[in-house]
């Protein structure tokens, strides 16, 4: 099973900052990594996929990068409404599909 | 467009099975792609537990696949999950979903609502 693990656990931002926000494979899953967001009370919701392609409705402040083991999800200009939990999913190799454990950005 | 919406009860008793349905509307399950389930006890992160194709093709964590079953009934355009022998660690959010086929990305694109399953003695 691929182990994904993401950091930090909490990121503290002001409105209008950049979130930078990272996970880590424990072997590498190519470029199959997707990145979700998640509201309380709310389903998550795909925002990446394929490590950098926005998914439909996305807005281009998200982005994605990496390859291999070492991911980073960045959103470039923090809104009110991008307060959020996000988790990455590997999908190279399963079963099982993976998830990190999340990281949660709030405001600081 | 695409929406999926579970139902099932929101209690079980211990060592009891879990029976959850997701209802498909704006896709026809027929038509292709893995349908599978989700679940998030409270505060914590996301498991997947598995997922089927419309040929009834199934993979299963396995974590969790001796307990396990997802089938799928193309004519109500529904897959359904059972969770078998559960415990209070099996209390969660549960959600369906579709996900993607092996070679175009199988990630998750759609997500239903999510529905809450307690397990209680």
């Known amino acids: 099973e691929i182990v994904m693990t993401q950091s930090p656990a909490t990121l503290s931002v002001s409105p209008g900052e950049r979130a930078t926000l990272s996970c880590r494979a424990s072997?590498?899953?190519?470029?199959?990594l997707a990145w979700y967001q998640q509201k309380p009370g709310q389903a998550p919701r795909l925002l990446i996929y394929?490590?950098?392609t926005r998914a439909t409705g996305i807005p281009a402040r998200f982005s994605g990068s990496g390859s291999g083991t070492e991911f980073t999800l960045t959103i470039s200009s923090l809104q009110s409404e991008d307060f959020a939990l996000y988790y990455c999913?590997?999908?190279?190799?399963?079963?099982?599909?993976?998830f990190g454990g999340g990281t949660k950005v709030e405001i600081k | 467009q695409v929406q999926l919406q579970e139902s099932g009860p929101g209690l079980v008793k211990v060592s009891e099975t879990l029976s959850l349905t997701c209802t498909v509307s704006?896709?026809?399950?027929?038509?292709?792609?893995?349908w599978g389930w989700i679940r998030q006890p409270p505060g914590k992160g996301l498991e997947w537990i598995g997922s089927i194709s419309h040929s009834e093709i199934t993979y299963y964590n396995p974590s969790l696949k001796s307990r396990v079953t997802i089938s799928v009934d193309t004519s109500k355009n529904q897959f359904s999950l059972k969770l078998s022998s559960v415990t209070a660690a099996d209390t969660a959010v549960y959600y369906c979903?579709?996900?993607?086929?092996?070679?175009?990305?199988?990630?998750?694109?759609?997500w239903g609502q999510g529905t809450l399953v307690t397990v209680s003695s």
């Open positions: 704006g896709y026809s399950i027929s038509s292709g792609y893995y």
């Open positions: 394929g490590a950098s």
């Open positions: 979903a579709r996900q993607g086929m092996r070679g175009s990305g199988s990630y998750i694109h759609y």
């Open positions: 072997q590498s899953v190519s470029s199959n």
């Open positions: 999913q590997q999908y190279n190799n399963w079963p099982p599909l993976t």
